[in-house]
């Protein structure tokens, strides 16, 4: 039962939030709210930081100088990413240390999209495109939310998505527009990272376990429904612009509403990856494993360097 006292501060919160102020990390906010807002945190930290993976991998391999250069910024950007979204965490006082330790157990969730593989260029295209396409979508709605240091972080990070997405749709109408095989390449990418793509947004909203919650507290503006068809909206006119299909014979338009709507999404698949059995959850937490502990010198490092300037504040 909440304690009587508590009552009084939980209406004047939910009052603050009513009127749309945010809430500030020394403020007052009930323990669920603190929690919640840590959960959803640290797994979209953790995702921009496991999310650098896939993408990564193709450093190396760009076709020309001047694609390696804007891939190799945007990866750089997903970890700056990660490193706003875990201060942000801190403000609500919990070690990073901790979250990153739960990531590395596999204990902690991160975003379903980067256990799969990327086997091909265009799919460079297809993640800038798509995946950050509906983090934009996502993101945006996160800018407004209640809590002010998450809500900031998203303002920052949604314009670095817009070049992201921007480079990725570029990468397919470049393939869409070349040589058959390249025009196939891209297709091939867009049907395996359409579906997943979708599945980003999380749970139909009957079946969201945390959306009325964050709903009423006004961290999530939107349901996981509502930003999925905005983003379904405004990906399929896009495909059509460069030549491409969406992998989806169910889809069609509602003449009424304009929305597009598409076949069922195969949540069996969804709850899969997210129970650690999607195509690269090993291989991904492995990656981060191995990274972590060669760079346990780097850690130690700065630690001597810290531990020797206050040895000598003190003297
Ligand atoms: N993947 O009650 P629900 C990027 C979990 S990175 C995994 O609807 P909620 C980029 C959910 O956590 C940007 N798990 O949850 C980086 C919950 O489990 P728990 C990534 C998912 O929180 C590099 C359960 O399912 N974006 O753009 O109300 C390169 C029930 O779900 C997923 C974010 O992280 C999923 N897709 O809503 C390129 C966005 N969906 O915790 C690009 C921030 C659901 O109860 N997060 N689950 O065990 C959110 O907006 C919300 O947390 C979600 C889920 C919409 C994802």
Known sequence: MTPVDDSARIAAFEARIA????????????ERYRKQLVRMMSQHAHSEVVGMLPEGNWITRAPSLRRKISLLAKVQDEAGHGLYIYCGTETLGVDRDDLIGQLLAGTAKYSSIFNYPTLTWADMGAIGWLVDGAAIVNQTALAKASYGPYARAMIRICKEENFHKRQGYEIMATLAAGTSAQKEMAQDALNRWWW???????????????????LRWKVKQKGNDELRQRFINLTVPQATAI???????????????????????????????ISGNGPMNRERLAARNKAHDEGAWVRDAAEAYAAKHAARRVA
Do not use: H
């Open 243 to 273: 030549g491409l299909t969406l992998p989806d014979p169910a889809l069609r338009q509602n003449a009424e509403s304009g929305d597009w709507i598409t076949g069922p999404i195969d949540w069996a698949e969804f709850m899969q990856v």
């Open 196 to 214: 997943p793509s979708l599945m980003m947004f999380g749970p139909s909203d009957k079946d969201s376990p945390n959306s009325a919650e964050l």
């Open 19 to 30: 009127a749309g102020e945010t809430i500030e990390p020394k403020d007052w906010m009930p």
